[in-house]
């Protein structure tokens, strides 16, 4: 059984630091690709950035570019997300995914973590 779990969202101030993790269990058969997404009250799910199997490859939405940064331990399961210059627009619920291909479309992610809370005050 494949599970996702978030922790490390809270309360922050603009311009703060906050680091999401993501521990990972049951992914054994495959190499996937992981994501970071995040839901904003009455907005659509959106990507924030991915990580290839091998951490090699990295992508980022452009609203977080040079702000978040994601990496992977694959010998702990894990990945996280290091979120610095916080804005009060980040505010959201934060997701972990997990996808065979590397990519955008959260459609092609086959496993979802529960989502940690993301609050960024002005």
């Known amino acids: 059984q494949v599970q996702l779990v978030e922790s490390g969202g809270g309360l922050v101030q603009a311009g703060g630091s906050l680091r999401l993790s993501c521990a990972a269990s049951g992914l054994t058969s495959s190499r996937y690709a992981m994501g970071w997404f995040r839901q904003a009250p009455g907005k659509e799910r959106e990507f924030v950035a991915g990580?290839?199997?091998?951490?090699?490859?990295?992508y980022y939405a452009d609203s977080v570019k040079g702000r978040f940064t994601i990496s992977r331990d694959n010998a702990k399961n894990t990945v996280s997300l290091q979120m610095n210059s916080l804005k009060p627009e980040d505010t959201a619920v934060y997701y972990c995914?997990?996808?065979?291909?590397?990519?955008?479309?959260?459609?092609?992610?086959?496993?979802w973590g529960q989502g940690t809370q993301v609050t960024v005050s002005s």
């Open positions: 990580i290839t199997w091998s951490g090699g490859g990295t």
């Open positions: 995914a997990a996808s065979k291909s590397f990519g955008v479309p959260l459609q092609q992610y086959d496993y």
